[in-house]
């Protein structure tokens, strides 16, 4: 399995995963011309999508809705503001050629947010953005992912500091928010697993939050729990430029 971040944070997110025969593209949040030239950087085009999964309703998952056949679109009910032929449910797999796909319910201020655990026959991504905690009914679904994309939105003194209103930073920080730093490394710690290869951290904050501050928040977690961290490849995902991970399907 292979998977390329082509932005992440609060200006538009998309992700591609990629297997021997299928290609998803989770979110839609950018421009046609960002997917594109995200694409043409694994040679790749649009037309090779084979579905569309989408996370929630906010404006920076949907924006390039219109840039997207329905046809692949794949999303809970009340998710999308369109007709959407292919609705899924929480906690039910479903495919898309050679990828069994589950939602899983996350704790967004959106209509019906979930993320997804993507597997294909020989390894599995959990994916999880935009969250205020980490559902821990969850743990026996998503436990052991190879690959684990999961959202690290801020380090808390660093948002109290900015300019935002006292309501936003509210919002934020309670449980249909975001993960600060620290509450993402504790739900990281208890989904990884002896198969766990990759752990990114998205949706970092440009206001408030670095990537430096973000892994090392991380390092002080695991050593607090006592877990070797340098096990893991663990790097954090950009708003302007791509991330790559895993390894595509013809490598060894």
Request: hydrophobic letters at 35%; one cysteine or more; aromatic letters at 8%.
């Amino acid at each position: 399995m292979f998977y390329h971040i082509i932005a992440s944070g609060s200006k538009g997110n998309a992700t591609i995963v990629v297997s021997n025969k299928s290609v998803l593209l989770i979110d839609m949040g950018i421009s046609l011309t960002r997917l594109t030239e995200g694409l043409q950087e694994i040679n790749l085009t649009v037309n090779d999508i084979t579905g569309a999964l989408f996370t929630h309703d906010h404006t920076d998952h949907i924006s390039g809705l219109k840039f997207i056949s329905p046809k692949i679109m794949y999303a809970l009910e009340r998710t999308l503001p369109t007709s959407l032929s292919n609705v899924v449910n929480v906690n039910e797999p479903f495919k898309i050629g050679d990828f069994t796909i589950t939602p899983i319910r996350t704790s967004h201020d959106a209509k019906n947010p979930c993320g997804y655990l993507i597997k294909d026959n020989e390894e599995s991504l959990f994916y999880m953005t935009d969250t205020g905690v980490f559902l821990e009914d969850n743990i026996p679904l998503v436990k052991n992912p190879t690959y684990l994309i999961i959202e690290s939105n801020h380090d808390i003194k660093m948002l109290l500091a900015t300019n935002r209103t006292f309501e936003l930073k509210q919002r934020i920080l309670g449980e249909y928010g975001h993960l600060c730093n620290e509450d993402s490394a504790v739900a990281a710690i208890s989904i990884i697993g002896d198969n766990t290869k990759e752990i990114t951290l998205a949706h970092l904050s440009e206001e408030a939050n670095t990537p430096e501050t973000a892994l090392e928040a991380y390092e002080k977690i695991f050593a607090h729990f006592h877990i070797n961290k340098d096990k893991y490849l663990i790097r954090c995902a950009n708003q302007w430029k791509s991330l790559s991970g895993g390894h595509l399907p013809h490598e060894n």
